[in-house]
């Protein structure tokens, strides 16, 4: 299967065929630093499966293995390498993928770190929009 996705602005694509090694929730706080965000949904994909089709992303590394590669003109997260925990793979944010629906998260990771809350977060009110 192809999917392809990209940054808000439109600057950065890439596309990735396949299917995924593992799509996950990461409730690291290396996630929740980089993204603002209590946790990201990651697929991660065989890095030969994996190509930027259009602008360039800019990266960052909190710690020197794990890099952040994101739209240096929007800010939006894309994608993740880490080859010392995730040897030749690439790990894409799900939500900056053109249909984010296509690929359902199979597990929760790195809740040792997990923000408290969140873990009844499911068992909130719901509004279509804002609340009336």
Same mark, same amino acid.
């Given at each position: 299967?192809? /999917?392809?996705?990209?940054?808000?602005?439109?600057?950065?694509?890439?596309?990735?065929?396949?299917? $995924?090694?593992? %799509?996950?929730?990461?409730?690291?706080?290396?996630?929740?630093?980089?993204?603002?965000? $209590?946790?990201?949904?990651?697929?991660?994909?065989?890095?030969?499966?994996?190509? %930027?089709?259009?602008?360039?992303?800019?990266?960052?590394?909190?710690? @020197?293995?794990?890099?952040?590669?994101?739209? $240096?003109?929007?800010?939006?997260? =894309?994608?993740?390498?880490?080859?010392? %925990?995730?040897?030749? =793979?690439?790990?894409?944010?799900?939500?900056? /993928?053109?249909?984010?629906?296509? /690929?359902?998260?199979?597990?929760?990771?790195? %809740?040792?770190?997990?923000?408290?809350?969140?873990?009844?977060?499911?068992? =909130?009110?719901?509004?279509?929009?804002?609340? @009336?």
């Amino acid at each position: 299967m192809k /999917l392809e996705g990209g940054c808000q602005c439109g600057a950065v694509r890439y596309s990735v065929e396949g299917e $995924p090694q593992h %799509v996950a929730f990461c409730h690291c706080a290396d996630c929740q630093k980089s993204s603002g965000a $209590p946790a990201v949904a990651w697929a991660a994909y065989a890095a030969d499966d994996f190509a %930027v089709t259009a602008g360039a992303a800019s990266s960052y590394s909190s710690n @020197g293995d794990a890099i952040r590669h994101f739209c $240096p003109t929007c800010g939006s997260g =894309l994608y993740y390498v880490n080859e010392a %925990v995730l040897p030749g =793979l690439v790990d894409i944010q799900v939500a900056s /993928l053109d249909k984010p629906d296509t /690929l359902q998260p199979q597990a929760h990771i790195q %809740v040792a770190e997990r923000i408290s809350w969140m873990k009844h977060a499911a068992s =909130l009110p719901e509004f279509e929009r804002y609340p @009336g």
